[in-house]
């Protein structure tokens, strides 16, 4: 199912048929064309992981189909050029419009395979550099000792076992991406690609776009790549979900009911061999039940749905958090060194974090970058977080006689508490609704209403 996908091109049917039964035995899938027609219509077809292109073919020559490729920007893995009559000239040509190596006919078996193999390694490397950084700031393995967080990672080594659509939820910060990663590294597929996009910022290049993203384009014969392309045979994470709209979403559906897929503009099926993982920061059934998510989406997608906790949930772990983004951060970014003291860390577990692991780790850098001493101080951890001055009152109608007498931070979260509060009973305790009557995005809104200890549940009829 993950094999890796390698096509052939060359107009003699006895090397077709031996390099694809050689190659098949070592476990790669493999497609043939015997010219350069053919070998357009199947790259259209399917993004390869290698080709191997013969270069003197009736018609349109291999040189010339490799440039076609380069100046259309689909050249999208390694190109191995063969040739029975090969010069130096000709390697050369070849090599400086993107093919990766030259080998000659009669073809050695065992040369092919290791060009092959190194070639298909060194795609993979350069995808690996390509998002380094980005994979590196986020740890393959949810960081914490608590029994939380070890249910977590028993659960992800039961996911990993079957191939299945994961649907993940939990507040912006708490790791989703990083419990997919995780999965990810466990599964058959870990040496695929794991391919994520989050759809809160691809939505803001218009329909049209965000379905070329998705699902690619073909336009006058030139192909854009879409994340299908780019994760078939490995995992596609699309971050908050709901994102979509409704025309990405009906396109979607259709995709994983009929598992293929057709790129806009396009008219020929592809089959789709990924696992989907998704993520959401609040519950996607209010969606459906407001008409603005696909029911029928829904449910596929919520084959195994994993709720990520509040680093709040799991405070215990917070000590654990900080030292191992003080290790991350000296180690990779190059910060100084800095103890956080106990003092400090007991302070920092009790924080309520709404803004959970991915504010506690800005927070570690803040630390690293502005401090001075080698330790980190109680007083240094309180002023980097801001300590938090208690809400006067849970319900509204018990504001102080004068706001104006609070510090600024305290009176303007003791009117946005009350605010919250009062909307809330206009809205019978739809977040939905408040959503639109605040003109605040959802995300946003959890997360402000979690921090000033408002709970809808209590508002609704």
Not at 90 to 108: H, N, R, W, Y
Not at 144 to 170: C, F, P
Not at 182 to 197: E, G, M, Q, Y
Not at 201 to 225: C, M, P, W
Request: aromatic share 6%.
């Amino acid at each position: 199912m993950t094999a890796q996908y390698i096509m052939v091109v060359d107009d003699e049917p006895d090397i077709r048929q031996l390099v694809s039964e050689i190659l098949e035995d070592e476990g790669y899938r493999v497609v043939t064309a015997e010219n350069a027609a053919k070998a357009k219509e199947l790259h259209r077809s399917r993004k390869p992981d290698l080709v191997l292109l013969d270069i003197w073919m009736p018609g349109q020559d291999g040189i010339s189909l490799l440039k076609e490729w380069r100046e259309n920007d689909t050249l999208c893995c390694p190109v191995i050029m063969m040739s029975g009559h090969g010069t130096i000239e000709t390697a050369v040509e070849a090599t400086k419009l993107g093919a990766q190596d030259f080998i000659e006919k009669p073809l050695s078996m065992a040369k092919m395979l290791l060009t092959i193999s190194n070639a298909l390694r060194a795609s993979q490397l350069e995808k690996e550099n390509r998002g380094l950084r980005k994979q590196i700031s986020n740890s393959l393995e949810p960081v914490g000792s608590s029994q939380t967080m070890q249910r977590l990672r028993e659960q992800a080594k039961r996911i990993a076992q079957h191939d299945t659509r994961v649907l993940l939820y939990g507040e912006p910060g708490v790791g989703k991406e990083t419990f997919a990663r995780h999965i990810h590294a466990l599964s058959s597929r870990k040496n695929r690609p794991f391919v994520r996009t989050a759809l809160s910022s691809s939505k803001n290049t218009g329909h049209a776009s965000l379905n070329s993203v998705l699902f690619g384009r073909e336009d006058l014969g030139k192909i854009q790549y879409g994340l299908l392309d780019e994760a078939n045979g490995g995992v596609l994470f699309l971050a908050e979900i709901f994102e979509l709209d409704h025309d990405a979403q009906s396109r979607l559906l259709n995709a994983l009911k009929e598992n293929r897929y057709m790129r806009i503009g396009g008219n020929d099926w592809i089959d789709m061999d990924i696992t989907l993982m998704v993520s959401s920061s609040h519950d996607l059934q209010d969606d459906v039940k407001g008409g603005k998510f696909n029911e029928e989406l829904y449910y596929l997608l919520n084959v195994v749905p994993v709720m990520i906790p509040t680093l709040h949930e799991h405070p215990e772990d917070v000590p654990e958090l900080l030292n191992h983004y003080v290790d991350m951060l000296t180690a990779q970014e190059g910060l100084p060194y800095r103890h956080i003291s106990l003092a400090a860390q007991n302070f920092l577990r009790n924080h309520t974090w709404p803004g959970n692991i991915r504010e506690l780790r800005n927070l570690v850098q803040r630390l690293l970058i502005l401090g001075t001493e080698t330790e980190v101080s109680l007083d240094e951890a309180e002023e980097a977080v801001g300590a938090r001055i208690p809400l006067f009152s849970q319900e509204i109608g018990q504001i102080p006689e004068s706001l104006f007498d609070l510090p600024l931070r305290q009176a303007r979260e003791q009117f946005e508490h009350d605010y919250l509060i009062y909307q809330l009973k206009q809205a019978d305790g739809n977040v939905s609704k408040l959503a639109d009557q605040v003109k605040m995005e959802r995300t946003h809104l959890y997360r402000k209403m979690r921090s000033l200890n408002v709970d809808p549940k209590k508002y609704g009829r």
